[in-house]
């Protein structure tokens, strides 16, 4: 009876050892200070929450002091200027939840900034506790689409009173004076007070239809404004990551997340599942050589850190930009690095899904991941290398 029971546990002893060798064991090498994990929950405002989470950090750098931003004053603001130019463009702009590190950014620098605490916290003006734009923009976006694709010769102001109380009536005015902390602010002048210097920041990219060392608007949807980004070589682009995390900087990452390496465990790998199998030993080799694409998918989420990663390239990031493979679909927050037990380097990059996930809210992607998948991020510019800052003559 004892030999019976024997088999099944060596088995099922062997998949437990399987499976933990091939799960992540990461060593930080880097961790730089970042503020709590938020949930933007249902709303499109990665690009909000992920781009305040940057700045709170840089605050932290710069004065050691830990502020909440409100996510929502940035919405209310920056969602009546796209609809500005979504009218005046007649329809021709894409209206939508979605956004870029610039939006934030132009924001504070136009309007200013408040504390989380300043209005109404997200979800609390239709009864929920977290942001929930469902309703809200079932409601703005027909409004929108009436009056910049109205058939009248002229239209009228009053739109932009109409439209505000939508956005106050589901975000929550935003405050013209507040207190914080005994001091009375307005958002320019608390954001004034924030220690930063908001001239100090510029987004990156690269691409090889534009020139190397010059600004271009990068050619997506959410990137409404035409808001420029300057152009370096891919290796240099992740030159400049590597430079900020190791001078103590992090960056505001936005990018392409539909990846089949990017897994809701906490996990951005640029798996290869076109890989002849080189990178692969034995019986796995053999295995990998003869599947479908499909099958290399599945076999590589269970190969996890042993499973093949593509080498990336300019030239396949800028034929994955051509082609639509690589979008512009969330943002994010890098803050440090890590290495697995293979040696394979990863980034630490907070997310803003809530706490989910193996690592509780942060997720670690490779570098290869992060050089193939960036669409742009939003830097210091006393975090770029001499050298790069030379050529780009900022």
């Known amino acids: 009876m004892a030999a019976l029971v024997a088999a099944p546990t060596f088995a099922a002893d062997k998949k437990k050892k399987e499976e933990k060798s091939n799960k992540p064991v990461f060593t930080v090498v880097k961790q730089l200070p970042i503020t709590s994990i938020k949930n933007q929950n249902r709303s499109g405002t990665c690009w909000a ?163 190397f060392y010059t600004s271009f608007a990068v050619e997506v949807q959410d990137n409404w404004r035409w808001d420029h980004s300057y152009n370096v070589p891919m290796d240099e682009m992740m030159r400049i990551i590597d430079n900020a995390l190791a001078n103590d900087y992090t960056i505001a990452w936005g990018g392409d997340v539909s990846d089949d390496g990017f897994t809701r465990q906490g996990l951005g790998i640029l798996y290869d599942l076109k890989a002849s199998g080189e990178s692969l030993t034995g019986s796995d080799q053999a295995k990998w050589l003869k599947l479908k694409p499909t099958e290399r998918k599945s076999l590589a989420e269970e190969l996890g850190v042993n499973a093949p990663e593509a080498k990336p390239t300019q030239e396949q990031r800028q034929k994955d930009f051509d082609n639509w493979e690589l979008t512009d679909d969330h943002g994010m927050h890098i803050y440090g690095l890590a290495k697995d037990q293979n040696g394979r380097e990863y980034y630490l990059v907070k997310n803003s899904w809530g706490e989910t996930g193996e690592y509780k809210g942060t997720w670690y992607m490779t570098k290869a991941f992060i050089a193939a998948r960036t669409m742009d991020f939003l830097v210091n510019k006393n975090a770029i290398p001499a050298d790069i800052r030379q050529k780009l003559g900022i």
């Open 49 to 211: 929450y992920s781009t305040l989470s940057f700045f709170e950090s840089e605050i932290l750098k710069k004065t050691g002091k830990t502020y909440d931003l409100a996510e929502m004053f940035v919405c209310n603001k920056d969602y009546m200027e796209r609809a500005e130019v979504t009218v005046r463009m007649h329809g021709d702009c894409d209206f939508s939840q979605g956004g870029s590190a610039g939006d934030v950014l132009i924001t504070i620098k136009n309007h200013g900034i408040v504390p989380e605490d300043a209005m109404a916290k997200p979800g609390t003006m239709i009864g929920d506790s977290l942001a929930n734009f469902n309703e809200f923009f079932s409601v703005m976006t027909p409004y929108v689409k009436a009056v910049a694709e109205s058939k009248s010769k002229t239209i009228s102001t009053q739109w932009k009173p109409g439209l505000q109380g939508i956005l106050d009536a589901y975000l929550g005015k935003t405050p013209e004076t507040f207190t914080y902390e005994g001091r009375e602010y307005t958002p320019k002048t608390f954001a004034a007070s924030l220690g930063l210097d908001w001239n100090d920041y510029v987004s990156i990219t690269s691409y090889t239809h534009h020139p």
